[in-house]
């Protein structure tokens, strides 16, 4: 693969996909380069690797890469080692890089979202089970994904709900919902949520050292 890792993306820009002096192989080989080019567009890639990975011959590939360069689509040139040529750098053209740029950065973006909600998640998950000691369920893994707070105050509130002996994702959810309510966006919000439902506790209910419970009626909803 001559050192060579592609990238999780190919792109080619409408440029390259509409231009009918090109043959679709072309097209795909031209998003391959793509795939493969660092972020300074450059491919080093050889005629032998795409041609192992299309099952054609190395002239098939030559010819494609002639037609892309003439097409101004590419440049080519070599690295040499004395007399010899070492490597062929294959580099996107100021024709296509700004857009080659543009939506690169753009599925960039995307995978690093999706990257950190997928381990905010498992935080999540793992954060839950370890309290709830047990398995999440399939149905309980979406319930959870629908939470749109912190980490903070999702662990705040799995401490209510402990506190309460009721250690479900159904009551959680409940209490999530409560203070979604009552414009909770913050860690701070929530415990000062939790500091007025504190005062509203009767003396009398003090002295038995109960634990005033705000969500007693979220389960019969």
């Given at each position: 693969?001559?050192?060579?890792?592609?990238?999780?993306y190919?792109v080619?820009?409408?440029?390259?996909?509409?231009?009918s002096?090109?043959?679709?192989n072309?097209?795909i080989?031209y998003?391959e380069?793509t795939?493969?080019?660092?972020?300074?567009?450059e491919?080093?890639?050889?005629?032998?690797?795409?041609?192992?990975?299309?099952?054609?011959?190395p002239?098939?590939?030559s010819?494609?890469?002639i037609?892309?360069k003439?097409?101004e689509?590419v440049?080519?040139?070599?690295?040499n080692?004395?007399?010899?040529?070492?490597?062929?750098m294959i580099?996107?053209?100021?024709?296509?890089?700004?857009?080659?740029?543009?939506?690169?950065?753009?599925?960039?973006?995307?995978?690093?979202?999706?990257?950190?909600e997928?381990?905010?998640?498992?935080?999540?998950f793992?954060?839950?089970?370890?309290?709830l000691?047990?398995?999440?369920?399939?149905?309980e893994?979406?319930?959870?994904?629908k939470w749109?707070?912190?980490?903070?105050?999702?662990?705040?509130?799995?401490?209510e709900?402990?506190l309460?002996n009721?250690k479900t994702?159904?009551?959680i959810?409940?209490?999530?919902?409560?203070w979604?309510?009552n414009?909770?966006e913050?860690l701070?919000?929530?415990k000062?949520?939790?500091?007025?439902y504190?005062?509203?506790?009767?003396?009398?209910?003090?002295?038995e050292?109960?634990?005033?419970?705000p969500?007693?009626?979220?389960?019969?909803e």
């Amino acid at each position: 693969m001559d050192g060579e890792k592609p990238n999780y993306y190919a792109v080619i820009p409408a440029e390259v996909r509409y231009d009918s002096d090109l043959r679709a192989n072309e097209k795909i080989l031209y998003g391959e380069i793509t795939a493969l080019a660092d972020k300074s567009g450059e491919c080093y890639a050889s005629n032998n690797y795409f041609a192992e990975l299309y099952g054609v011959t190395p002239q098939a590939i030559s010819k494609w890469i002639i037609n892309l360069k003439d097409k101004e689509y590419v440049d080519i040139t070599y690295v040499n080692k004395g007399k010899m040529i070492e490597k062929r750098m294959i580099t996107i053209t100021p024709k296509c890089t700004n857009r080659y740029q543009q939506i690169l950065i753009g599925y960039q973006q995307k995978f690093e979202e999706n990257k950190e909600e997928e381990e905010y998640n498992n935080n999540i998950f793992e954060l839950i089970e370890n309290n709830l000691n047990r398995v999440l369920s399939p149905i309980e893994y979406e319930v959870i994904k629908k939470w749109d707070y912190s980490y903070e105050i999702i662990e705040l509130a799995i401490k209510e709900a402990i506190l309460h002996n009721a250690k479900t994702i159904k009551y959680i959810d409940r209490i999530l919902f409560n203070w979604k309510q009552n414009n909770v966006e913050t860690l701070e919000d929530a415990k000062k949520y939790l500091d007025e439902y504190s005062n509203k506790v009767k003396p009398k209910e003090k002295k038995e050292t109960k634990v005033f419970n705000p969500y007693r009626n979220l389960d019969d909803e």
